[in-house]
């Protein structure tokens, strides 16, 4: 989708890059076909949670319209993504479920700085480094699945987290130094790296 792109590379000589500092084992892709119907009721989930993201971030910052309009835009490709996860497990024969707590989610919440500006950059870039890690791992499992739909679907999936995670940086670029923003992501990615690799291996996402 357009809307999800914002070119900041005039305004920024050295604009920021989330590159993840731990990289998911194979173990992990094998554990979720293992298993898969119930990993994707935690895509389910993980889709649903995301487009509240974005809905709240335009609910609590009206007065950045850029923000709002990428929020909005967001929102509705991640239901988009949430309607055909829903239409995979019914398909399979399965039903959705009561959403499990993300403790991989939780703990990086944890992290989140008081104060209004700091609050608002962190919320911004832990935005993207959970859309950079499912980027990560929904392009595990399309590298992984034997069964070509599957396969297609989540490349899918991944490329569009992609898109996210620097749609994401570009949003903290229009509202803070690029120096400024490069340097708490820098400490982001040191904490996701260590939360991320303290998570045992299991069917979900995270």
């Given at each position: ?14 604009f ?77 024969g ?110 979900a996402?995270?």
């Amino acid at each position: 989708m357009s809307g999800l792109t914002l070119n900041l590379s005039a305004e920024n000589d050295t604009f920021p890059v989330i590159i993840l500092r731990y990289t998911t084992p194979a173990d992990w892709a094998e554990t979720v076909l293992a298993d898969f119907d119930h990993f994707l009721l935690d895509h389910a989930a993980a889709e649903k949670k995301a487009a509240g993201m974005a809905i709240s971030m335009a609910s609590h910052y009206p007065d950045k319209p850029e923000l709002v309009e990428a929020m909005a835009d967001l929102a509705v490709e991640e239901m988009s993504h949430y309607r055909e996860v829903v239409k995979l497990i019914h398909t399979r024969g399965g039903l959705t479920a009561a959403d499990e707590r993300d403790p991989y989610v939780n703990q990086l919440r944890k992290h989140l700085r008081k104060g209004s500006e700091a609050y608002f950059l962190d919320r911004l870039l832990l935005g993207g480094v959970i859309e950079a890690r499912g980027a990560e791992r929904f392009g595990l499992i399309a590298d992984a699945a034997s069964d070509e739909p599957i396969k297609r679907f989540y490349t899918s999936i991944s490329r569009s987290e992609e898109r996210h995670r620097t749609l994401f940086t570009d949003l903290a670029c229009r509202y803070f130094p690029a120096s400024v923003v490069d340097a708490r992501l820098g400490e982001w990615l040191d904490i996701e790296a260590e939360i991320a690799s303290s998570q045992p291996l299991r069917a979900a996402l995270h």
